[in-house]
């Protein structure tokens, strides 16, 4: 009996499949929706699956980058007896240091009688075309087969002598190329620098890194390493090291990376007791990813559920038929359910083979924005397969709904033309305030500052609260339907059929509701953290002026040097010479303090003049002061007396008249030594920032009474600096004989990633809400087609369907935005918290992209009507009122 019902099932499964894949062939449009929706989703995530692969470098393949052909790579350190894991950048322990560090005869007794080839990593500047710049430098004969893969040659050849060099691109773009000389610059003990004359015979890459500079000589060419260098690396050669070399050349200090231990590692329980485990972070993040695969397998099947709602209508009368002759529930649902599997099984396979197919574009792409080279082109296959299996699955599950629902739809109503869903729940609304109270507890929950799991909690509570937003989108849709009573005709059409479909509607309003949910939560946390960055930030001058703040000991002719360089490359900044009081002195540094009576003036700065106590008959503009407190400071300026920064959190002064006292501090400790002290008018001047680019103004007498050594101390630029320029100019001052930097105030400046993300973001927002909309509206037009011909025949002006397809649209979007931005605005604001707390004042900051949520909200629903009211087509079908 259990076989028969087998087999039955079995039997009922092959029909089925075949009907749908008949109905797919003959309902080709339909069906290459369907297959978009499911294809586009699978395509992106296994592009994005190969190509962080392929970025992501195991420590099996980074073996030639890391020791070129050798069989390992031995890192003495100045200590006995260390502990690593299989890779050691992994991690490292050891005990005392300061030990001598093993040497190659003590490492001979472990390894034999092997090929050594000592390789060193160092840096120096060299001369550019425009002044002097920074560069990397590997010490090697990269003539040696053990050597073969740490620099790839382009052009040319490997150095053959202490005199000659081979570079990267990066060195060759800012200085000699092939054939050229480059020089180096390396600082010698008693401070000067050294001039290194070297000839480039090659051009190539560093194994390791693709944008920094990177150059490469034979030992000897940078002179004799000093005892503060250290014991060079060794590469050996020879047969594998193996796991128990290794530990032996531990307990000898040695840090060991072998080829054969990264390629084919031992079990953990090789592992010293303290190296095991520590990769506590791996169930967090697995977590966090399954919280992300479940939030776009939920966007998948809300924007292909519509898809499989409207199948499933079309076969709604044959299903009736089949019902009224004997058939069952179970045999309608799988027909439906048919669908599902024959869309999914075509559109996770033909999505994950154009998506490696774009990978192969992708990963170039990507490429150009690491600074460090990508592994081998790698397809993860298992993970792919899951991704194939990803599509599969939403697109079965998009086909649930519809299926049960064509399962139990009355075949009387369905057979006599009438296609009503009825009421809504009157459960629906309650189960879905419930769901979003339970995400709104868990947000709060989860919002305490703390560790991962407040943001697993607040993860949990979004998706929690999405799926209650869910239940509630048939009530609202409902309520909307009432309201248009006295709408314009395409409007109050578009709202009663949304209402009348609701399997058709609901799925795409909740589908543009979850993803301007996930929108507004993404961005007002990234926002609210860039807001926190940028309220802690301190501005050193204000913005878009520069410095360069000069050495303590500079002479006139470096000042004069200085400033001829600033003159030259930025001809329009205006410059200023800033004088200030040396601070340093010999064996001491000077404490200057301020006081009214017994109660201390507390000042704070934070600026790049050279000096916290500037010296000036008058306030200078480079203070970026207010300009109401300009003529009460030059006034005090000019009576002898001091004038007092004050920023934005500071108190006012306690009196016009201020004590300044001056100490020495000795450099060896000890007491501070009081010197002089006078008594001067006092004003303040408030800067509008966090901080003051000096503490305090003193006026020429008042230095002079106080007996305080000033000097040149910076040399200010006004605005305007271009960067190129200051690039530039920065490398004709290093090569100056202040060796000395222009730094520009900027302001600050959002991380890149963060601008990123917003862009991906709106973008990615707005992909998705098109897509939902765009779905819904298309089916609905396909739908209402004995509607339209109803208009036509009661003659309607063309226009009406172009009028009815945009309302459609507005209300799919609009509707989907006002649900979903409520819904964002849980986790958003929860995760922010944690993320702004400021563990001094114990607050947080919460900060709206106001921009981006009218963009979403407003923006894109206007939008997405307006693109469908213009491609949509103006003509009503003349047909028969027949479905």
């Given at each position: 009996?259990?076989?028969?019902?087998?087999?039955?099932?079995?039997?009922?499964?092959?029909?089925?499949?075949?009907l749908?894949r008949?109905e797919?062939?003959?309902?080709?449009?339909?069906?290459?929706?369907?297959?978009?929706?499911?294809?586009?989703?699978?395509?992106?995530v296994?592009?994005?699956?190969?190509?962080?692969?392929?970025?992501?470098?195991?420590?099996?393949?980074?073996?030639?980058?890391?020791?070129?052909?050798?069989?390992?790579?031995l890192?003495p350190?100045q200590?006995?007896?260390?502990?690593?894991?299989?890779?050691?950048?992994?991690?490292?322990?050891?005990?005392?240091?300061?030990?001598?560090?093993?040497?190659?005869?003590?490492?001979?007794?472990?390894?034999?009688?092997?090929?050594?080839?000592?390789?060193?990593?160092?840096?120096?500047?060299?001369?550019t075309?425009?002044?002097?710049?920074?560069?990397?430098l590997?010490?090697?004969?990269?003539?040696?087969?053990?050597a073969?893969g740490?620099?790839?040659?382009?052009?040319?050849?490997?150095?053959?002598s202490?005199?000659?060099?081979?570079?990267?691109?990066?060195?060759?773009?800012?200085?000699?190329?092939?054939?050229?000389?480059?020089?180096?610059?390396?600082?010698?003990?008693?401070?000067?620098?050294?001039?290194?004359?070297?000839?480039?015979?090659?051009?190539?890459?560093?194994?390791?890194?693709?944008?920094?500079?990177?150059?490469?000589?034979?030992?000897?060419?940078?002179?004799?390493?000093?005892?503060?260098?250290g014991?060079?690396?060794?590469?050996?050669?020879?047969g594998?090291?193996?796991?128990?070399?290794?530990?032996?050349?531990?307990?000898?200090?040695?840090i060991?990376?072998?080829?054969?231990?990264?390629?084919?590692?031992?079990?953990?329980?090789?592992?010293a007791?303290?190296?095991?485990?520590?990769?506590?972070?791996?169930?967090?993040?697995?977590?966090?990813?399954?919280?992300?695969?479940?939030?776009v397998?939920?966007?998948?099947?809300?924007?292909?559920?519509?898809?499989f709602?409207?199948r499933a209508?079309?076969?709604?009368?044959?299903?009736?038929?089949?019902?009224?002759?004997?058939?069952?529930?179970?045999?309608?649902?799988?027909?439906?359910?048919?669908?599902?599997v024959?869309?999914?099984?075509?559109g996770?396979?033909?999505?994950?083979?154009?998506?490696?197919?774009?990978?192969?574009?992708?990963?170039?792409?990507a490429?150009?924005?690491d600074?460090?080279?990508?592994g081998?082109?790698?397809?993860?296959?298992?993970?792919?397969?899951?991704v194939?299996?990803?599509?599969?699955?939403?697109?079965?599950?998009?086909?649930v709904v519809?299926?049960?629902?064509?399962?139990?739809?009355?075949?009387?109503?369905?057979?006599?033309?009438?296609?009503?869903?009825?009421?809504?729940?009157r459960?629906?609304?309650?189960?879905?305030?419930?769901?979003?109270?339970l995400?709104?507890?868990?947000?709060?929950?989860?919002?305490?500052?703390?560790?991962?799991?407040?943001?697993?909690?607040?993860?949990?509570?979004?998706?929690?609260?999405?799926?209650?937003?869910?239940?509630?989108?048939?009530?609202?849709?409902?309520a909307?339907?009432?309201?248009?009573?006295r709408l314009?005709?395409p409007?109050?059409?578009?709202?009663r059929?949304?209402?009348?479909?609701?399997?058709?509607?609901?799925?795409?309003?909740?589908?543009?509701?979850?993803t301007?949910?996930?929108?507004?939560?993404l961005?007002?946390?990234?926002?609210?953290?860039?807001?926190?960055d940028?309220?802690?930030?301190?501005?050193?001058?204000?913005?878009?002026?520069?410095?360069?703040?000069l050495?303590?000991?500079?002479?006139?002719?470096?000042?004069?040097?200085?400033?001829?360089?600033?003159?030259k490359?930025?001809?329009?900044?205006?410059?200023?010479?800033v004088?200030?009081?040396?601070?340093?002195?010999?064996?001491?540094?000077?404490?200057?303090?301020?006081?009214?009576?017994?109660?201390?003036v507390?000042?704070?700065?934070?600026?790049?003049?050279?000096?916290?106590?500037?010296?000036?008959?008058?306030?200078?503009?480079?203070?970026g002061?207010?300009?109401?407190?300009?003529?009460?400071?030059?006034?005090?300026l000019?009576?002898?007396?001091?004038?007092?920064l004050?920023?934005?959190?500071?108190?006012?002064?306690?009196?016009?008249?201020?004590?300044?006292?001056?100490?020495?501090?000795?450099?060896?400790?000890?007491?501070?030594?009081?010197?002089?002290h006078?008594?001067?008018?006092?004003?303040?001047?408030?800067?509008?920032?966090?901080?003051?680019?000096?503490?305090?103004?003193?006026?020429?007498e008042?230095?002079?009474?106080?007996?305080?050594?000033?000097?040149?101390?910076?040399?200010?630029?006004?605005?305007?600096?271009?960067?190129?320029?200051?690039?530039?100019?920065?490398?004709?001052?290093?090569?100056?004989?202040?060796?000395v930097?222009?730094?520009?105030?900027?302001?600050?400046q959002?991380?890149?990633?963060?601008?990123?993300?917003?862009?991906?973001?709106?973008v990615?927002?707005?992909?998705?809400?098109?897509?939902?909309t765009?779905?819904?509206?298309f089916?609905?037009?396909?739908?209402?087609?004995?509607?339209?011909?109803?208009?036509?025949?009661?003659?309607?002006?063309?226009?009406?369907?172009r009028?009815?397809a945009?309302?459609?649209?507005?209300?799919?979007?609009?509707?989907?935005a006002l649900?979903?931005?409520?819904?964002?605005?849980i986790?958003?604001?929860?995760?922010?918290?944690?993320?702004?707390?400021?563990?001094?004042?114990?607050?947080?900051?919460?900060?709206?992209p106001?921009?981006?949520?009218?963009?979403?909200?407003?923006?894109?629903?206007?939008l997405?009507?307006?693109?469908?009211g213009?491609?949509?087509?103006s003509?009503?079908?003349?047909?028969?009122?027949?479905?």
């Open positions: 009996m259990s076989g028969g019902t087998t087999s039955s099932r079995l039997g009922g499964w092959r029909v089925a499949l075949r749908a008949r797919a062939w003959r309902r080709k449009a339909q069906t290459a929706l369907m297959l978009l929706l499911i294809c586009l989703p699978v395509m992106a296994s592009a994005a699956t190969v190509v962080w692969r392929t970025s992501d470098v195991s420590s099996a393949e980074s073996v030639t980058r890391r020791m070129g052909a050798a069989a390992a790579v890192t350190q200590t006995r007896d260390v502990a690593q894991k299989f890779d050691p950048d992994d991690g490292t322990a050891w005990g005392a240091e300061n030990e001598p560090p093993a040497t190659e005869a003590e490492i001979r007794t472990v390894l034999g009688d092997r090929p050594l080839l000592p390789v060193r990593r160092d840096s120096a500047d060299y001369r075309t425009h002044g002097i710049a920074g560069t990397n590997l010490v090697a004969d990269l003539r040696q087969p053990l073969a740490l620099f790839r040659l382009d052009d040319g050849r490997f150095p053959r202490v005199d000659e060099v081979v570079v990267n691109q990066a060195v060759a773009d800012r200085g000699p190329g092939l054939g050229d000389t480059l020089v180096l610059e390396r600082r010698a003990p008693d401070g000067t620098k050294v001039p290194i004359e070297l000839r480039v015979v090659g051009v190539g890459d560093y194994a390791d890194s693709r944008t920094r500079a990177w150059a490469a000589v034979l030992p000897g060419a940078l002179g004799e390493p000093t005892a503060d260098d014991p060079p690396q060794l590469l050996v050669g020879g594998p090291v193996t796991w128990s070399d290794v530990r032996a050349l531990n307990a000898l200090g040695v060991v990376a072998s080829r054969q231990v990264l390629t084919d590692p031992p079990p953990e329980s090789a592992l007791p303290d190296m095991r485990g520590g990769d506590e972070g791996d169930d967090t993040a697995l977590t966090v990813l399954g919280l992300v695969v479940a939030m397998l939920l966007e998948v099947v809300l924007l292909a559920g519509p898809a709602a409207v209508r079309a076969q709604a009368h044959t299903l009736a038929l089949v019902a009224a002759s004997g058939g069952t529930p179970a045999q309608a649902r799988r027909t439906v359910l048919a669908s599902g024959v869309v999914g099984l075509v996770g396979v033909l999505g994950v083979g154009l998506g490696i197919a774009g990978s192969t574009l992708a990963v170039p792409i490429q150009r924005l600074a460090a080279w990508f081998p082109f790698e397809v993860p296959w298992a993970l792919v397969a899951l194939a299996g990803f599509g599969f699955l939403s697109a079965l599950l998009a086909a519809p299926a049960f629902a064509a399962s139990r739809q009355d075949v009387v109503a369905v057979l006599a033309g009438r296609r009503g869903e009825g009421r809504p729940s459960r629906s609304p309650v189960v879905g305030l419930v769901l979003i109270g995400g709104v507890a868990g947000s709060v929950a989860g919002s305490r500052p703390g560790g991962g799991s407040s943001a697993l909690l607040v993860g949990g509570s979004a998706i929690v609260s999405v799926v209650g937003m869910i239940f509630l989108v048939p009530v609202v849709v409902a909307v339907a009432r309201l248009a009573a314009p005709l409007l109050r059409f578009a709202a059929d949304a209402a009348r479909h609701r399997m058709r509607t609901v799925p795409a309003i909740a589908a543009v509701g979850a301007v949910a996930g929108v507004i939560a961005g007002i946390a990234v926002t609210s953290q860039a807001a926190s940028e309220q802690g930030y301190s501005p050193m001058l204000p913005i878009g002026n520069g410095a360069v703040s050495p303590t000991d500079a002479t006139p002719g470096q000042v004069d040097e200085v400033e001829e360089i600033l003159r490359g930025l001809p329009d900044a205006p410059r200023e010479r004088t200030g009081v040396v601070m340093d002195g010999a064996d001491h540094s000077l404490d200057i303090g301020l006081a009214h009576g017994d109660q201390r507390m000042t704070s700065y934070w600026g790049i003049l050279g000096t916290s106590f500037l010296v000036a008959d008058e306030l200078p503009g480079y203070l002061t207010r300009p109401d407190d300009r003529a009460a400071a030059d006034r005090v000019a009576d002898g007396g001091i004038v007092v004050r920023n934005r959190s500071e108190k006012a002064l306690p009196a016009d008249r201020l004590t300044v006292e001056v100490g020495e501090v000795p450099f060896e400790g000890g007491e501070i030594a009081h010197l002089r006078a008594d001067l008018p006092a004003a303040a001047a408030r800067v509008p920032e966090r901080s003051s680019p000096v503490a305090a103004v003193l006026s020429p008042a230095a002079a009474l106080l007996r305080l050594p000033t000097a040149t101390t910076a040399i200010a630029v006004r605005p305007t600096i271009e960067k190129g320029a200051l690039k530039n100019v920065n490398e004709q001052l290093a090569a100056s004989t202040a060796n930097e222009l730094q520009v105030e900027r302001g600050y959002p991380e890149a990633a963060t601008r990123i993300i917003k862009i991906v973001l709106a990615l927002g707005g992909i998705l809400m098109l897509g939902g765009l779905t819904a509206t089916l609905a037009l396909s739908d209402a087609r004995p509607d339209f011909a109803t208009m036509a025949a009661v003659g309607a002006r063309p226009r009406t369907r009028g009815v945009a309302s459609y649209a507005l209300v799919v979007g609009l509707v989907g649900l979903g931005a409520p819904i964002g605005f986790p958003g604001v929860a995760i922010s918290r944690p993320l702004t707390y400021d563990d001094v004042t114990s607050s947080t900051l919460l900060a709206i106001w921009p981006l949520l009218g963009a979403v909200v407003v923006g894109l629903p206007l997405t009507a307006l693109i469908v213009l491609a949509a087509r003509r009503l079908p003349l047909v028969a009122r027949l479905d």
